[in-house]
């Protein structure tokens, strides 16, 4: 019993009780559930989901109030290939105490996102950027789920357009709260390219390249602000490029085909 009492004491401090609230005995069953999550946990970290979906199922069981272990749990569904269980829990996450917690809303609209469930990922990612407007992962989440919508719905053009841009501010908020995040930076640029800004686009590009040690940069950065250089026809600068994608053994990619190919048709407009 000494025990079990000062388990109830140690639970009681890790949930932070505040003096003016009175104080909420803890079940055997809280203390229970509170074990089996920390072992949960602890196998999901070791890379055993079998046992880590056994512990936190059993801590959700117990604790069904307890977001937290009710978010790894949905975790570790979701490693397993079990989308729509993962789902469900996140979702039973905010029905459960959960609705104020942007975190909650970014897992939940970046796995529907994975799974092209867009319109509901979108909801989600709004409701993250209400919540946190400080926070530039829901504002690039949004910005991100948006641009997708836009290429899934690419039949109305005008319609893609205002959803192009409506994204575009999305990335720039989001850059504005993080701006030396690279991979934000090069969604952004290419993201300018699709909304018709190549000029921006470029000074993207060059911020982000400017972020790594001279030559050291990704071949996604090469890339890119190599395609951006041949469509504002600065070909000089293109082919100096090249060079290094070459160099680099890229020019045999796809990615390097598809450059080559705006290459050869911006030299060709020159000619003209």
Known sequence: MFRLFVASLLLASAVGCAFNRPFAPVSPSQILGSERGRQGIAALEQGDLTKAEERLEHAVKLNKNDISHRRYYAEVLWQQGKYQEALQQLD?????????????????????LAIREYETAYEHADEAVRLDSQDFQSWALRGRVKRLLAIHQAGYTEHTAAMLNQAREDYLRAVSLAPTDRELLAELAALQMSCGQPEQALATWLTVQNLYPQGEEPHEVLLGKTETLAVLRRLDEAEANMTAIRQRGLANSEAGRRLQEIMTAAQGNMRR
């Open 92 to 112: 039973e996450a905010v029905k459960r105490g959960g609705q104020s917690n942007a975190s909650l809303h970014i897992s939940l609209a970046e796995k529907n």
